[in-house]
């Protein structure tokens, strides 16, 4: 008997169904392998990621994935009230996610010191100290502030509860001095907020530089406007010319460090220089890293 094979006839249509059920066999066998490859992956990694989760304030973040810590840090500040301009004006988050996070989820008990209380701001004073509140509960916080009415004005409001105060000008070197000795200085971190002369930015890390542990960071905000009239040559200091430019001095700083040179005695444990717009942070070298100097 010889079957009809032509298209439309019942042995073409029986053949057409048979290959289109092994193919769906084939397809269904490659998806239940991909699913398995995908489920077994996404455990491994989430078994990984569990194993790396770290805590700042009530947030966690993937140690390593500054992505995630950056919008960790962008969440928290715009969470409080008045928003701090550090992520609005500017975008600061980028440089404390990738670094201030990571150094505080492993040295929750950091001292920590900011210069610039807000007190000239539009929305006031405190913003960033209740952000650092959140971000940093078992740090030592410390906040200095040129003007002395405003911190006692804020005490009195309960915004520095729990917070360590330093008043003057960070431009006179035997106020610094004082601030090392009221505070015992050894800081894991410092913020420079303060005022924006050049040679207020520049006395200050000078100063406060060798009072960075190691290992520790030092930021340094609002650099966009270091060729401002209004915010240079205008002061100086016994260690600051008036012509001093602080984004020149840091750009020959990052020059030595690129060419393994020295800048000089007082910066040679500096470890990195790392910029944003209109900001920067300088890295200490480790305990370790400075034997090797």
């Known amino acids: 008997m010889v079957l009809e094979q032509s298209p439309g006839s019942w042995y073409w249509n029986c053949r057409k169904a048979a290959g289109l059920l092994g193919l769906s066999f084939f397809v269904g066998l490659q998806l239940i392998f991909f699913q398995f490859q995908l489920f077994g992956n996404s455990a491994t990694t989430q078994d990984r990621d569990k194993n790396n989760v770290e805590r700042v304030g009530d947030k966690e973040f993937v140690r390593g994935d500054n992505a995630n810590a950056e919008k960790v840090f962008l969440r928290a500040a715009l969470s409080e009230k008045p928003v701090t301009d550090k992520v609005t004006d500017h975008h600061y988050e980028i440089m ?11 040295k929750p008990n950091m001292k920590f010191l900011e210069i610039g209380l807000g007190c000239d701001m539009y929305y006031g004073p405190g913003a ?29 409001e309960g915004k520095l509860e729990g917070i360590n105060t330093l008043t ?30 050049q040679c207020q930015i520049w006395t200050s890390l000078q100063k406060l530089w060798p009072e960075v542990k190691p290992g520790g960071l ?33 750009q020959e700083m990052m020059n030595a460090i690129l060419h393994r040179a020295v800048y000089n005695d007082l910066f040679k444990d500096v470890k990195f220089i ?13 305990a370790e890293e400075r034997q090797s100097l």
């Open 96 to 106: 404390y996610g990738q670094f201030l996070m990571p150094l505080y989820a492993s």
């Open 128 to 156: 960033s100290v209740a952000l650092w509140k959140k971000l940093l509960p078992l740090a030592e916080l410390w906040e200095a502030e040129f003007d002395g009415e405003c911190v006692k004005k804020s005490n009195a």
């Open 168 to 197: 003057g000008d960070q431009m006179n070197v035997d106020t610094l001095d004082e601030w090392i000795e009221k505070s015992g200085g050894g800081f894991d971190v410092i913020i420079d907020d303060g005022g924006h002369q």
């Open 218 to 250: 030092y930021f340094i905000e609002d650099l966009q406007v270091s060729r401002h009239r209004a915010y240079s040559g205008q002061v100086s200091s016994p260690l600051c010319d008036i012509s001093t430019n602080v984004v020149d001095k840091l």
């Open 274 to 286: 790392f910029c944003q717009r209109d900001a920067c942070v300088l890295g200490k070298k480790t």
